[in-house]
Antibody, heavy 121, light 113 residues
């Protein structure tokens, strides 16, 4: 059974980079049948899909158009985890951030516990 | 982007009674491959969302059979045939037909009367 454990700071200053990590147990980040996602949730924007990475002989990345210029999702096979980096953050990026796995077509069947990230000076 | 509109915003239900949630999309969710990528998620208070239903009507593993999904095109429904106390939370529909323009509804809150 897959479990996802998130870590990272809960406070980021405006214009800096938000960095979160999602550690995987029960599956491999290099799995040929899974994809690894980041989603966020805020009162003003609701649930918002941010992007994913997956491995099918090579690494692929897909990002939401709303954050495409500022986002990077990377996998670390040595630690079996994946990460989110969001650059040039503003208070609008304040949200609970979730990692999740899907093994179909965005059937997000297991989620991390969530990390509240506040962007404030 | 496809806009997902859920109604009602709040649904007070008596334990043991049925509940029904509606989700309407601004465009047809039928993908060019013939599938319809409409999922339902449940978010209990203080918890991350949980997948209930995928592709309109397929219950995810471990989801009780009192949950069912139906619909086609732009109109979709999630039903609970007998509400239990553990069903309290917010229910979201989500479309991924227009990937990477993935969108969620604003949610319907299920409360017990």
């Amino acid at each position: 059974q897959v479990q996802l454990q998130q870590s990272g700071p809960g406070l980021v200053k405006p214009s800096q980079t938000l960095s979160l990590t999602c550690a995987i147990s029960g599956d491999s980040v290099s799995s040929n049948t899974a994809a690894w996602h980041w989603i966020r949730q805020s009162p003003s924007r609701g649930l918002e899909w941010l992007g994913r990475t997956y491995y099918r002989s090579k690494w692929y990345y897909d990002y939401a158009l709303s954050v495409k210029s500022r986002i990077a999702i990377n996998a670390d096979t040595s630690k079996n985890q994946f990460s989110l980096q969001l650059n040039s953050v503003t208070p609008e990026d304040t949200a609970v951030y979730y990692c999740a796995i899907d093994r179909g077509w965005l059937e997000l069947d297991c989620w991390g516990q969530g990390t509240l990230v506040t962007v404030s000076s | 982007d496809i806009v997902m509109t859920q109604t009602p915003l709040s649904s007070p239900v008596t334990l043991g009674q049925p509940a029904s949630f509606s989700c309407r999309s601004s465009k047809s969710l039928v993908h060019s491959d013939g599938n319809t990528y409409l999922n339902w998620l449940q978010q209990r208070p203080g918890q991350p969302p949980r997948l209930l239903i995928y592709q309109i009507s397929n219950r995810f593993s471990g989801v009780p059979d009192r949950f069912s999904g139906s619909g086609a095109g732009t109109d979709f429904t999630l039903k609970i045939n007998r509400v239990e106390a553990e069903d309290v939370g917010v229910y979201y529909c989500m479309q991924s037909t227009q990937f990477p323009l993935v969108t969620f509804g604003q949610g319907t809150k299920l409360e017990i009367k």
